[in-house]
């Protein structure tokens, strides 16, 4: 009997352990990218790897420019009593004051830790929650509010507001149909509606906020599945939209912040961009039904002319290595260029740094769908 209860417990040993084959277990490890930097104000960044939707497959990364090193799976070395680590589909990651949000979408949580430990601090629940801002101490979250589902009765989203001190939530209001990326200028907040969910019946708004009153006072008219925004100095907003995939191709528009009007349509198809100085950076991977293909483009716009400054922001020819670029970023001091490649989705991705000039620094490889990046002035306490 103790023989056949040994076997008994040693086959179920080897069940789980083959159940165990089909869970990713993330190994924090890290590589020497380059020299260190001394001397400089911004001391390294987080990247944020989104990971495959139902996988729980979201990491989080660090590079610290004062050592040369890129630390992948930072969260789950300083989190190890966190279960499942970040969770499901990262989405947005930004710094404010000591602590860094990430918002992780599927998951529904806007997970804040220390950002000179990455110590979890506290989760924070937002039902499909998309993009991050910051005003005057007030954190606002972009949410579609529903399940994620395709469903051309999808209710509309929200934006949840967010008290940095608490880091409880405070006041929500209404707005278009699957809301995506923000900006705040003046005492409002734009807010990009997409109704991805909804489609072929898809949202072209803007909303504007009122941050004081926390009321929608109205909606700006700009082009369908509206997504990524940004402002420059001279509050100019730039706001992308993904088109159709079909008929519409995907456009950028500039919103006058002054008269909130749509005052350009440049033309320019926009998946990812960053601002940096009078430069706006950025890429599409532009996808047609008809062709069944992905058209990559890259490119600098100046904002003061609206004028487009090149079409090459890698000029040394690593742009044919680089499959699905993901997101991009400047860094606001040295003004290298951060890129970051989702290869086919599945395998991992990689992480590039390029000079000013468009050439290639060093590379490495990253997590699963490498994406958001956000710079820190504190260093990373060892």
Known sequence: MRKLHFIYLLLLFLVFSACREDEWIFLSDSVRVTPPVVGSRIKGFYQLNEGNMGMNRASLDYFDYTTGYYIR?????????????LGDVGNDIRVYGQKVYAVINVSNLIVVFDVRTARRIKEIEVPNCRYLAFWEGKAYVSSYAGPVQIDPNAEKGFVAEIDTTTLEVTRKVPVGYQPEEMVVHDGKLYVANSGGYRVPEYDRTVSVVDLNTFNELGKIDVGIN????????????????????????????????????????????????????????????????????NK???????????????????????????????GIAVNPETKEILMSDAQNYVVTGMVYCFSPEGKLKWKTEGGNIPGHFAFVTQGLLQ
Not at 78 to 83: I, M, Y
Not at 284 to 293: E, P
Not at 306 to 311: N, R
């Open 73 to 85: 799976d930072i969260f789950s070395e300083r989190n190890p009593d966190v279960v499942k680590e």
């Open 226 to 293: 509206l997504h990524r925004m940004t402002i420059d100095k001279r509050g100019d907003i730039y706001v992308s939209s993904r088109g159709d995939y079909r008929n519409i191709p995907p456009n950028l528009y500039v919103i006058d912040s002054r008269t909130d009007e749509v005052k350009r349509c440049l033309d320019i198809p926009v998946g990812g961009m960053c601002m940096s100085g009078d430069s706006l950076y950025y890429y599409s991977v532009a996808y047609t039904a008809a062709s069944g293909q």
């Open 296 to 326: 990559v483009t890259y490119g600098i716009l100046d904002t003061r002319t609206k004028e487009q400054i090149t079409d090459r922001i890698i000029t040394d020819g690593t742009d044919r290595d680089i499959m699905i670029p993901y």
